[in-house]
C-alpha cells in the first residue's frame, strides 16, 4: 500500500517495533520505494535502511520497520502486510468493575462509584493505580508510625510528648499530617468531590468528609484554640488534636485499596491464562518446503503451518498432513486427547501431543475459538447479576443515610456527650462516615461473578452474562436434544439380517451401493460399515430419494430399495417377514431400514448413534441436583424410549422438529418449570432464546451463539454438570459476601455512632473504624476468590 500524502505521521520507535517519527516525504513514483512493512514512500540511497530478500532489494523508513522485516522477510516481501487487520491492543478500552456501562478510551476513575476503571480485557501490564497508590500508602504508613508514637507512646511506656513538650508536639503533628492529607489522599478528595458533582454519593464522598473534618477540626485545634471552651483545653492551653487518626486512616484506606486492586488484577488471571495458551509465533511451511517461525500475528488465512509435538496449535486451521492427538482439556475440559487426521479442524491454544501435523489456517486473529472465548469471558466480568440490583438500590440510599447519621451522632454527643463534647461529636461522626464505606457492598457481586466466568472457562464453561449464571443456578427443568447431545451424533451400522434366499453380504453391498448416492448421515454409517467389513460396493443408477422415506435405485441392473415400512408399502412390498425383528432392534434404540432386491424383502439393516461414555453419570448427576430431565428429539417414540429408559430420562418428546422444540419450552414454562435447554444452537436457536438459560453445546461456529446464556465447548451433558455446580457455587458466593457486608454496615454504624458507650463505656477510635472498613472489602474479595479452587 502506497501512503498518498505529503506528510505521514509515524508514531516513534516503539517496543513493538513499530516506526515513529513525523517526517515528509517525496511522492511514489519521484524515486520513492514503498516500505514493505508501514506502506510509507522512502528514497532510496547509500544511507538509506535496506535489506536484500529473494533477489529482491526491500528500503525501510526507520530501524523498526527493519527490523520487524527481518523477524519475517517472506510475509512482507508477499506484501501481506496489508491483509492483516490491526487489532486494537488488548486493554485499549477500561471500565468500571462495579457500572459495566462506564465505558472509556483511557484509564480513569468511575464517575458514579469514583472506583478505578480496569482494562476490559486483562493485559499482563502493571495496573498505574496499583503503583500509584503502593507508593502513597507506604509514604502515609512511614508518617503514621510517629504520629501514632507522639500521641499514644505514653501508653507503651514512651512519653515523648513530656519530652519534647506538648506545643511542640502539636506542631510537629501538623507538619507531618499535613504532606499526607492535601498530597498523599488528594485522588480521595479528587473522587469524593466528583461524587457530589456529578451527584452519585459513594465511599470516596464518606472517606473524604470524615478525613476533611479530622484535619479541619485539628487544624483550628492547632492555631485558634481560642476558640474552644476552657473545657475542651489540655495541658499548656492546647486543644486535642485528630492529625494521627486523619494519617492513620488514609494509610488504612491505601492499604485496603492496595489489597483490593491486586485481588481485582488476579480474578483476571484465568483471562491472561486464556490468551496465553496461544503461542507467540508459528512455524510457517513455504512453498518451497522450507520452514521458519514467524510471529503470529503475521499469520494469514490460508497459511501453511507446521505442528510440532508437544506445540501449541497456533490458529484455528484443518489438518492437511499427519496425525496426532490434540488434547483440548484447557479450552473443553476433557482430559481424553482427541485424535486428528487429515480433514480434521483444530482448535488455537490446543496442544499436540505426539505426531507432527501439516495445517491450513482456516481463522486468525479475533476470528480464532479462543479469541472469541476470551471475549466471552470479558464480557461476562462486565454483565450484572439480577441480585446485584439489590446491593445497587441500597447504595443508593445508603450513603445520604450515613451522613445523615454522622450528622444525627454529632449533634447528639454535642447535647448531651460528657465533656469535652465536641471532640467526642467529631470522633463519633468521623468514626460513621469511615466505618459506613460501601465498598464491600459494591463489590460484593461483580468480584464474584468476574471470578466465575475465569473459573468456567477454564473447565470449558463459557458465561455470557451474569444472569445466565443466576438463573443457572436456579432452574429445576433440563430439556436436551438427543444426537450429538446424549448420543456422539455419529452414527454406526449395528446390524445386518438377512432374510432366506439371501446372504448378509448381498444385503450390505446392496444397501451401501445404493446409499453412496444419498446425503443421509444414516447412509454414512451404512457405506463405513461395509469397508469396514470389507464387502464390495457396485455402481448406482437411477437413484432416487423419497422425502421422509428412503432410497430407490439399480445396482448392477437388480432393482434396490432401502428404507421404512411406509416405502416398502408404496411399493408394495410385504414387510411381515421382518417386522418382528426390526421392532426388536427398535426397542434396543436403533434404527431399522427394509431392503428390497428386485420387489421381494432381503432383509434389514440397522444403524444406531452410540450413547456418550459420559452421559449416563452426567444425568444420574442431574437427578441428584434436583433437575428434571426432558428429551426432545426427531426419533420415532419406541427408539427414543429405548434410549431413555436405558438412561433413566423422566420424559421424552419423539417426533419433535426443530421449531417445536420452542413451543415445548413454551408449554413447561406455561406450568411454572424454569427451564435450561441445551441444543447445537443452530436449528435449536428459537427454543435456546424461549428458555430462562440457553445452554449452546460444541465447538467452533457454535461458540458464541448469540441464542445461548451459556456455551459448552466439550459438546456433552458432564458440561452442564459443570455448569450447575459453578452456577450454585457463585451464587452462593454472592449471598455471602452480601451478607458480609449488609451486616458489617449494620453492626459497624451504630458502635460508631457511640449507642454502646452508655451501656459500656465503648466508643470507637476513628482509625480503628477505618481498619474495618478496610477490611471489610478484603473480607468479600477472599471469599470471591475462593471460587478459583472450585472442583468442577
Request: hydrophobic share 45%.
Given at each position: ?6 506528510t505521514?505521521?509515524h508514531?516513534?520507535d ?25 506502506g510509507?514512500s522512502?528514497?532510496p ?8 530478500y ?15 522485516f ?16 490491526k ?7 477500561w471500565?468500571?468493575p ?5 465505558v ?9 462509584c ?14 498505574e ?5 503502593t507508593r502513597?500508602m ?34 510537629l ?5 499535613t ?5 498523599a ?13 456529578n ?25 485558634l ?29 491505601f ?26 509465533t ?14 503470529l ?12 509435538p ?9 489438518v ?37 501435523l ?32 439489590l ?13 445523615v ?15 469535652p ?5 467529631i ?5 460513621v ?13 461483580p468480584?464474584?461473578?468476574t ?9 470449558g ?18 430439556v ?11 452414527p454406526?451400522l ?7 434366499g439371501?446372504?448378509q453380504?448381498?444385503v ?20 463405513e ?7 464390495p ?17 439399480k ?13 416398502m ?13 426390526a ?16 420387489g ?15 452421559t449416563?453419570a452426567a ?16 426419533d ?40 435450561a ?42 458440561g ?7 452456577a ?49 472489602s478484603?473480607?468479600?474479595?477472599t ?8 472442583k468442577l
Amino acid at each position: 500500500m502506497t501512503q498518498d500524502a505529503h506528510t505521514h505521521h509515524h508514531h516513534g520507535d516503539h517496543a513493538d517495533g513499530s516506526c515513529g517519527h513525523t517526517q515528509t516525504h517525496a511522492e511514489p513514483g519521484e524515486g520513492g520505494v514503498t516500505d514493505p512493512v508501514c506502506g510509507m514512500s522512502v528514497t532510496p540511497g547509500p544511507q538509506a535502511r535496506s535489506r536484500d530478500y529473494d533477489s529482491q532489494t526491500f528500503y525501510f523508513c526507520s530501524h523498526g520497520c527493519q527490523t520487524k522485516f527481518d523477524a519475517d522477510p517472506y510475509f512482507y516481501a508477499s506484501g501481506n502486510a496489508g491483509k492483516v487487520e490491526k487489532a486494537a491492543a488488548p486493554g485499549s478500552q477500561w471500565t468500571c468493575p462495579m457500572h459495566p456501562e462506564i465505558v472509556r478510551d483511557e484509564p480513569g476513575s468511575c464517575p458514579i462509584c469514583g472506583m478505578a476503571l480496569e482494562p476490559m480485557v486483562p493485559t499482563d501490564e502493571p495496573s498505574e493505580e496499583l503503583t500509584d497508590f503502593t507508593r502513597r500508602m507506604w509514604i502515609s504508613s512511614v508518617a503514621a508510625v510517629p504520629l501514632v508514637i507522639l500521641t499514644m507512646g505514653e501508653t507503651f511506656g514512651l512519653p515523648v510528648r513530656d519530652w519534647i513538650g506538648h506545643q511542640f508536639s502539636v506542631y510537629l503533628e501538623f507538619v507531618l499530617a499535613t504532606p499526607i492529607v492535601l498530597w498523599a489522599a488528594l485522588p480521595f478528595f479528587q473522587r469524593g468531590v466528583s461524587s457530589i458533582v456529578n451527584r452519585s454519593p459513594n465511599m470516596w464522598t464518606l472517606i473524604s468528609l470524615g478525613v476533611g473534618a479530622a484535619y479541619l477540626y485539628s487544624l483550628v485545634a492547632t492555631f485558634l484554640p481560642g476558640v474552644f471552651p476552657d473545657q475542651y483545653r489540655m495541658t499548656g492551653g492546647m486543644v486535642g488534636t485528630y492529625f494521627e487518626a486523619a494519617v492513620v486512616i488514609i494509610a488504612l484506606v491505601f492499604v485496603g485499596q492496595v489489597l483490593e486492586l491486586r485481588a481485582r488484577e488476579r480474578t483476571g488471571d484465568a483471562i491472561k491464562a486464556l490468551m496465553d495458551l496461544a503461542p507467540k509465533t508459528a512455524r510457517r511451511i513455504l512453498p518451497d518446503g522450507s520452514e521458519y517461525d514467524a510471529p503470529l500475528e503475521n499469520i494469514v488465512a490460508g497459511d501453511l503451518l507446521r505442528v510440532r509435538p508437544g506445540d501449541s496449535v497456533p490458529v484455528d486451521g484443518e489438518v492437511v498432513e499427519g496425525r496426532s492427538a490434540i488434547d483440548e482439556s484447557m479450552i473443553t475440559g476433557e482430559s481424553v486427547p482427541i485424535e486428528k487426521t487429515e480433514g480434521d479442524r483444530v482448535t488455537g491454544g490446543t496442544i499436540n501431543k505426539n505426531g507432527t501435523l501439516a495445517i491450513r489456517a482456516t481463522d486468525v486473529g479475533a476470528d480464532t475459538v479462543l479469541a472469541q472465548i476470551v471475549e466471552m469471558v470479558a464480557g461476562a466480568r462486565r454483565s450484572k447479576a439480577p441480585i446485584q440490583g439489590l446491593a445497587d438500590r441500597v447504595s443508593e440510599v445508603f450513603v445520604p443515610t450515613v451522613v445523615v447519621i454522622a450528622i444525627v451522632s454529632f449533634v447528639t454527643w454535642l447535647v448531651v456527650g460528657p465533656d469535652p463534647a465536641f471532640v467526642f461529636a467529631i470522633a463519633a461522626a468521623v468514626s460513621v462516615l469511615i466505618i459506613a464505606c460501601p465498598c464491600a457492598l459494591g463489590l460484593a457481586t461483580p468480584i464474584s461473578i468476574t471470578t466465575a466466568a475465569g473459573r468456567g472457562a477454564q473447565a470449558g464453561v463459557l458465561i455470557k452474562d451474569a444472569e445466565a449464571l443466576e438463573r443457572m443456578a436456579r432452574v429445576d427443568t433440563l430439556v436436551v436434544d438427543k444426537t450429538g447431545t446424549l448420543t456422539e451424533g455419529k452414527p454406526k451400522l449395528t446390524d445386518v439380517v438377512a432374510l432366506a434366499g439371501f446372504s448378509q453380504e448381498e444385503v450390505l453391498a446392496n444397501a451401501a451401493a445404493l446409499e453412496r448416492g444419498s446425503e443421509h448421515p444414516l447412509a454414512d454409517a451404512i457405506i463405513e460399515g461395509a469397508r469396514h467389513r470389507g464387502v464390495p460396493m457396485a455402481k448406482t443408477s437411477d437413484f432416487e430419494a423419497v422425502t421422509g422415506k428412503g432410497v430407490t435405485g439399480k445396482v448392477e441392473e437388480r432393482e434396490v430399495a432401502l428404507g421404512n415400512a411406509a416405502l416398502m408399502q408404496a411399493l408394495g412390498i410385504d414387510t411381515a417377514a421382518a417386522d418382528d425383528q426390526a421392532d426388536a432392534l427398535r426397542t434396543e434404540g436403533k434404527t431399522a431400514m427394509y431392503i428390497a432386491l428386485d420387489g421381494q424383502l432381503a432383509g434389514l439393516v440397522a444403524v444406531a448413534d452410540p450413547i456418550k461414555e459420559t452421559t449416563e453419570a452426567a444425568i444420574r448427576e442431574l437427578h441428584r441436583q434436583g433437575l428434571r430431565v426432558i428429551m426432545a428429539t426427531g426419533d420415532n417414540q419406541r427408539t427414543a424410549e429405548a434410549v431413555a429408559s436405558r438412561l433413566g430420562i423422566d420424559e421424552v418428546r419423539a417426533g419433535v422438529l426443530p421449531e417445536d422444540k420452542k413451543t415445548l419450552v413454551d408449554e413447561l414454562r406455561a406450568k411454572g418449570a424454569r427451564i435450561a435447554m441445551a441444543g447445537d444452537g443452530v436449528n435449536d436457536a428459537p427454543a435456546l432464546a424461549a428458555a430462562d438459560v440457553g445452554i449452546a453445546m460444541g465447538t467452533g461456529a457454535d461458540v458464541a451463539v448469540e441464542s445461548a446464556g451459556l456455551t459448552l465447548l466439550g459438546g456433552d451433558l458432564s458440561g452442564i454438570v459443570r455448569a450447575r455446580v459453578l452456577a450454585k457455587a457463585t451464587l452462593r458466593n454472592i449471598k455471602q459476601n452480601l451478607f458480609f457486608a449488609f451486616i458489617y454496615n449494620a453492626a459497624g454504624v451504630p458502635i460508631a455512632a457511640g449507642v454502646l458507650y452508655p451501656v459500656f463505656g465503648l466508643l470507637l477510635s476513628p482509625m480503628i473504624a477505618a481498619a474495618a472498613m478496610s477490611l471489610s472489602s478484603v473480607s468479600v474479595i477472599t471469599n470471591a476468590l475462593r471460587l478459583r479452587r472450585l472442583k468442577l
